[in-house]
């Protein structure tokens, strides 16, 4: 099978490492390239890419949102996250799925999150906290607030979900409710991009959460490392990018690999 991984840049993408180690898993051979795409090339690029035999992709930042825009259909989660990481060529076209919410959702229950009925708080309004918002509503989240620096952009994501569910509330990230205890926090902003992290309050710590970071890398992040100081339970994205990419495979080849030898692989490998 024929696949990629399109985003611009690209080059540090461990997409095709993860996907021939799921392929090794079942005696697949699987060809699985890094195309470099800026926005304006992004249609060509895959065009290019199907007629010389390819048959799904990955779509990792920027190129998500144009993603959604080239599908000839949608799965439902697609088009809840307004973004598409995972392309499959079907008869019709391009159909469009986004595996980025239930990527988070495994990890967490992976790493022992109870999510049923639990208190949700993300940090951060962007095209990253869209994806895994439906996802995490579908696993039994009974509260969902959505913190943003900029309070407007939270706002809006929320009523996007408001309608169907009760549960998603949003506000600045001064504004966060502190006097009950939050399951986990999720901290979706590009603050650690920076070395920075959200300025909240210690508050929202108390009882303990569970603290979650998209990113990965070599270090914990700024907003980790304030957490386990405080005797939080932490865990960055790197999980979340293993799980992603085996619902991903999964829909491409039906088979459904096995994750955690994967994980510790690349997690030795960033040590
Ligand atoms: P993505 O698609 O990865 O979510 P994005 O749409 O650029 O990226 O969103 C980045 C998010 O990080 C936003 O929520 C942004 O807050 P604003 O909406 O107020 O810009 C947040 N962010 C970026 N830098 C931050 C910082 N230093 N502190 C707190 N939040 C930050």
């Known amino acids: 099978m024929k696949l990629a991984v399109f985003g611009y840049p690209i080059e540090h993408s461990l997409s095709p490492q993860i996907h021939s180690a799921f392929a090794a898993q079942f005696g697949r051979e699987l060809e699985y390239a890094r195309i470099l795409a800026a926005p304006e090339q992004f249609s060509e690029r895959l065009q290019e890419f199907h007629q010389a035999g390819g048959g799904g992709a990955n779509v990792t930042v920027p190129l998500k949102e ?25 008869k019709q076209g391009w159909r469009g799925d986004n ?7 495994r990890d967490l229950q992976r790493l022992g ?54 549960g998603v509330t949003a506000s600045s990230l001064t504004a966060i409710e ?3 205890p939050w399951t986990v926090i999720i901290n979706a902003t590009a603050a650690g991009l920076q070395g920075e992290r959200p300025h909240v309050s210690e508050k929202i710590l108390h009882g303990q959460p569970f603290c979650y970071d998209m990113v990965y890398g070599q270090q ?4 980790l490392q304030w957490a386990a100081e405080q005797n939080c ?7 979340m990018l293993v799980e992603q990419a085996a ?11 096995q994750t955690l030898p994967v994980l510790q692989a690349l997690r030795q490998q960033l040590e």
């Open 66 to 90: 144009i993603a959604l825009t080239l599908c000839d259909d949608l799965s439902e989660r697609a088009h809840a996250a307004g973004a598409v990481n995972t392309l499959i060529r079907t």
């Open 99 to 105: 595996t980025d919410g239930i990527g988070l959702v």
């Open 113 to 166: 999150v109870g999510l049923k009925d639990s208190r949700v708080l993300i940090l951060g309004a962007g095209g990253a906290v869209r994806g895994v918002i439906m996802p995490l509503l579908n696993a039994g989240v009974s509260t969902l607030h959505i913190a943003n620096r900029t309070a407007a952009r939270a706002e809006r994501l929320a009523a996007e979900f408001a309608e169907k569910f009760a």
């Open 178 to 180: 502190t006097e009950r």
């Open 220 to 223: 914990p992040t700024a907003f």
């Open 233 to 239: 339970a932490t865990a960055d994205g790197l999980g």
């Open 247 to 257: 619902a991903s495979y999964r829909i491409w080849t039906t088979e459904q690999p």
